[in-house]
């Protein structure tokens, strides 16, 4: 199974799927919104732990991350990276490749 995720400063979209045949055959499409409330600590927590019931849940191998370079000011761009960051530990530490 590969996970595909779009990291926007407020949410994560993100669609699990396999490859049968060179066709992508989608398992689930959803987003996670990322909740204001928190202090940065608490989101990147709420994220970890959620992608990684999505890890364990659908046995992920592969996962892409992307984000839209237009996120990147000044004040976004340190919350996105560590996102970005915390995805990245928690694919490495599941055992997940990382596809760019």
């Given at each position: 199974m590969i996970i595909d995720?779009?990291?926007?400063?407020?949410?994560?979209?993100?669609?699990i799927?396999?490859?049968e045949n060179q066709y992508k055959k989608y398992i689930l499409k959803d987003k996670i919104i990322i909740p204001i409330s928190?202090?940065?600590?608490?989101?990147l927590s709420y994220l970890r732990k959620f992608i990684s019931i999505l890890l364990r849940q659908h046995k992920i191998e592969m996962a892409y991350l992307?984000?839209?370079d237009n996120l990147y000011t000044e004040d976004l761009s340190i919350d996105i990276i560590k996102i970005i960051g915390v995805?990245?530990?928690l694919f490495s530490s599941c055992g997940v490749e990382l596809c760019k």
């Amino acid at each position: 199974m590969i996970i595909d995720i779009d990291v926007f400063i407020d949410k994560l979209e993100f669609s699990i799927f396999s490859i049968e045949n060179q066709y992508k055959k989608y398992i689930l499409k959803d987003k996670i919104i990322i909740p204001i409330s928190f202090d940065v600590g608490n989101r990147l927590s709420y994220l970890r732990k959620f992608i990684s019931i999505l890890l364990r849940q659908h046995k992920i191998e592969m996962a892409y991350l992307h984000t839209n370079d237009n996120l990147y000011t000044e004040d976004l761009s340190i919350d996105i990276i560590k996102i970005i960051g915390v995805m990245e530990e928690l694919f490495s530490s599941c055992g997940v490749e990382l596809c760019k």
